[in-house]
């Protein structure tokens, strides 16, 4: 028999949800594990939005799973009545996939929400969403979803229909025109009057350079995005969540006088050493993640940002050289640059400019409720 259990936010509770996804993959050689300690405390933190986590079993194995919010602050930003669904998994049958959406979908519902949309993440990071739709040929780069095919076929047997497509591109570091952007980039910063820096983190000046990393992305924050036009708080969140993460020599920041004009953040993918780990520190993991974080060769480029009165002056182009020269320094091969929103015509042509090609996407899928 098919049954859905809503899940309590503890430990205990939680860890079945957690952990569905290890047996769901246990064969798939490019799924690449969360630490399972680190999402358990990520999903029993209690927030101000209402949220439920919702696990389908059918007998006592459980067989799909997926978690449903809404987001007050999103909400009075878009004077929309939206609800989120995200972290959907299933085996291989429609019928639990129905019985997961279906519980989602209803719950939102009665919180008064008239559209479902997802899979998403609730916050503003922006570094994981859609369902993988095109590009199964490897791992994924670090923080980007993964999904068997079959979960598109199973969203729009149940009712969903496009959202919106987001866009993951390929680039070998010797495929950079460099020759070309050596000569455009000097001239660019004498004209317009900036200047290109490494954002290295400080006890003395962390409190600053989050502060002009949150004036960028608000200032150059595109209307169409749906997203939080996020506060130094929700800055601050991010960045000591994914700190562990962080090179200082591949995160840009562009400066006009003492003004911070735009901003590129790139990760090593460190997903190269995730899928080793198998998502347990213990008791080699630790040991994984020291021995190889300075032999990874690939990066993701997740972040680019231009305030108005820049764009269009090479201030983009200045940054992605300087990563350039960095991520070279440190043994990088290839970089992602992703996920760029289909509706963002100004960042998918700076992307494809930079030598790039087009070869994921992931899809965000909606539903009337």
Request: contains cysteine; charged residues 25%.
């Amino acid at each position: 028999m098919i049954r859905v259990e809503i899940l309590a936010q503890t430990r205990a509770a939680m860890r079945p949800f957690v952990m569905l996804p290890f047996a769901l993959y246990k064969n798939d050689p490019n799924w690449v594990a969360p630490l399972i300690g680190e999402q358990l405390k990520s999903l029993c933190e209690k927030t101000a939005d209402p949220r439920r986590f919702f696990l389908v079993y059918d007998e006592n194995k459980p067989v799909a799973r997926v978690m449903a919010g809404a987001d007050t602050r999103l909400n009075e930003r878009l004077g929309k009545k939206y609800g989120y669904i995200g972290l959907f998994e299933c085996m291989q049958r429609p019928d639990y996939a129905r019985t997961a959406l279906d519980a989602a979908c209803a719950y939102l519902k009665e919180e008064g929400m008239e559209m479902v949309i997802g899979p998403t993440s609730a916050d503003f990071d922006d570094f994981s969403k859609g369902l993988l739709v095109q590009g199964f040929d490897g791992p994924p780069v670090i923080f980007n979803p993964y999904n068997p095919p079959y979960y598109a076929e199973y969203f729009e047997k149940c009712g969903f229909k496009k959202h919106r497509d987001h866009f993951a591109y390929f680039m070998r570091m010797d495929g950079f025109d460099l020759q070309r952007v050596e000569e455009i980039v000097p001239r660019a910063k004498r004209r317009f009057g900036f200047r290109v820096q490494k954002l290295e983190f400080t006890k003395e000046n962390e409190q600053r350079l989050l502060g002009d990393v949150t004036r960028v992305i608000r200032e150059a924050f595109p209307a169409e995005w749906e997203l939080n036009i996020p506060t130094y708080e929700d800055i601050a969140k991010v960045f000591s969540a994914y700190r562990r993460y962080y090179r200082p020599e591949m995160t840009m920041m562009a400066y006009a006088g003492n003004r911070p004009i735009g901003l590129v953040v790139a990760f090593p993918n460190y997903n190269q050493l995730l899928i080793k780990m198998k998502g347990r520190i213990l008791p080699f993991g630790w040991l994984k993640f020291l021995l190889g974080k300075n032999k990874i060769y690939g990066a993701r480029c997740n972040m680019q940002f231009v305030v108005p009165e820049y764009q269009n002056m090479g201030v983009n182009t200045a940054m992605f050289y300087e990563a350039y020269l960095e991520a070279k320094k440190l043994g990088i091969q290839w970089v992602e640059g992703s996920t760029v929103d289909e509706t963002n015509a100004a960042s998918i042509n700076n992307t494809e400019k930079m030598g790039t090609h087009l070869y994921r996407v992931y899809r965000q899928y909606e539903r009337e409720l």
